[in-house]
């Protein structure tokens, strides 16, 4: 039986089929879930204590050594929208399939990478990857765990219970890629760290396969001309900043520019101008995107300060982040249960005061000192901030819609890390610059903060639309 929408779900005017608890095993179904976005988030991190290694392999320039990260990086979150869209168009599960197929052979392609520009390209094809399966993987937990309390007054888990383990797994695939980056490159080399990935992705493809049915697509349209626009403009601001070209920097603005009046004009927006008046969409974005410069500039610049200025092997790299991964995903997991803004805005306080701390490092620096202390800190707020953002950025949102919000706020964070990582490989070229890189990062939580205590401070209206 189809599900009328009652509200704003879109041009085709049907809600897409929601699977029963009795239908789909959720806990077993998130799990196979939560490992795709697991995978996706270490792919991020896990190369980035095996960056010398890559660079003494290959033979790469500092400069080319930072597409190894902004290629993925970069292709993920540029083609997220589209990858969003695409999710609600032609169905969730398809589009999981999809783009999971095509990280599996990318990271395969990555690990045997015969130079750098075949590694770079390979890297920016499992972005591709990424940006298909991962808004369809968050929209499919949407669907499988329905906003407000269990059916029937079960025990079974909430949408906020969901959403914090899928935060939890978030924040530990990003702390865990540093530390099984380290063992895989000092034990089996740099290419180890991508032809893990291989089975991982082939694991959480065929367990949903076996636990998640097939959701009805909703159909309609897509903006080809805001995807094109929206992609290239990205592009070449990402490519500005790095490569410091201000043609290709006033090029970006243009086509931004573009895309945001193609917004307000489209038929079939790519970014629906209804989902940033949604509950508190767009604040959470805003927030999300400075949040992700702060996440990728750290995992980048830390291992290389780590290794290069304190001469750690990348095992003693990876292992000396544990406290850091383990902080990440306890916070993560208790963030459901803290007051909302409130525990938002001191988790971003702590993490600015970790990246401080980690501003003030010796080049002598010790473990016990110089790093202990901050990587708490840093960890307890990465991991309430993405859970708490990540429930704001998809709070409220129709059904129909809710690929399209996975898009957006996984859009958002990996945008902001790329521009993040461009701004911060610009001003702190060298990992001898590396108070510079870790107060820059500081300063953006300080941003982050600032942004979160003024865009939220208010509680903005919420229309919960009826989904049955």
């Known amino acids: 039986m189809r ?49 010398p290694a890559v660079s003494g392999g290959l033979g790469l320039s500092a400069g080319a050594l930072s597409w190894v990260v902004n290629a993925y990086v970069l292709a993920f979150g540029a083609l997220l929208l589209p990858g969003g869209r ?63 309390p269990v059916p029937g007054g079960g025990a079974g888990m909430t949408r906020g219970a969901a959403l914090g383990v899928w935060g939890a797994v978030s924040g530990a695939g990003g702390a865990a890629g540093v530390i099984l980056g380290g063992v895989l490159t000092e034990w089996y080399g740099w290419r180890a760290v991508y032809l893990v990935v291989v089975p991982l992705a082939a694991a959480s493809l065929g367990a949903t396969l076996l636990l998640v049915p097939a959701d009805r697509p909703t159909g309609g349209g897509l903006d080809l001309v805001g995807a094109i626009t929206s992609t290239a403009g990205l592009t070449a601001v ?21 895309f945001a009046d193609r917004q307000r004009r489209a038929r079939t927006p790519l970014v629906p101008p209804r989902l940033l008046r949604t509950g508190r969409v767009a604040a959470a974005n805003l927030a999300m995107t400075l949040l992700g410069a702060v996440w990728v500039g750290l995992f980048y610049f830390l291992p290389l300060y780590q290794q290069q200025v304190l001469g750690y092997s990348a095992l003693a790299a990876g292992l000396t982040q544990l406290p850091l991964a383990l902080t990440v995903v306890a916070a993560s997991t208790l963030a459901p249960r803290l007051p909302g803004r409130a525990g938002l805005a001191a988790a971003l306080t702590a993490l600015t005061l970790g990246l401080g701390w980690l501003a003030l490092a010796r080049t002598d620096g010790t473990f016990a000192v110089d790093l202990l202390g901050p990587s708490v800190l840093v960890g307890a707020g990465l991991g309430v901030a993405f859970v708490r953002l990540t429930t704001l950025a998809t709070d409220g949102v129709p059904a129909a819609d809710s690929g399209l919000a996975g898009g957006l706020v996984n859009t958002t964070r990996q945008i902001g890390g790329a521009l993040g990582l461009a701004l911060l490989t610009a001003a702190a070229p060298a990992a001898a610059d590396y108070r510079t890189a870790f107060a820059a990062t500081a300063v953006i939580a300080v941003l982050t903060t600032a942004a979160v205590l003024t865009t939220l401070s208010s509680p903005t209206h919420h229309t919960r639309r009826n989904r049955s």
């Open 86 to 148: 695409f999710a609600d168009l032609f169905g969730r599960l398809r589009m999981f399939v999809a783009g999971t197929t095509v990280f599996a052979l990318a990271s395969l392609a990555a690990g045997l990478a015969p130079n750098a520009a075949a590694l770079i390209a390979a890297r920016a094809a499992q972005g591709v990857g990424a940006a298909l399966l991962a808004p369809a993987a968050l929209a499919l937990v949407l669907l499988i765990f329905p906003p407000g």
């Open 3 to 51: 599900h009328q929408d009652t509200g704003e779900a879109g041009e085709a005017g049907w809600m897409p089929r929601v699977p029963p608890a009795t239908e789909t095993r959720q806990g077993p179904a998130l799990v196979a879930l939560a490992t795709a976005q697991f995978v996706v988030v270490l792919s991020t991190s896990i190369v980035n204590v095996a960056l």
């Open 238 to 258: 990402v490519y500005a900043l790095t490569a410091r070209q201000p043609l290709a920097a006033a090029a970006g603005l243009v086509l931004l520019a573009a």
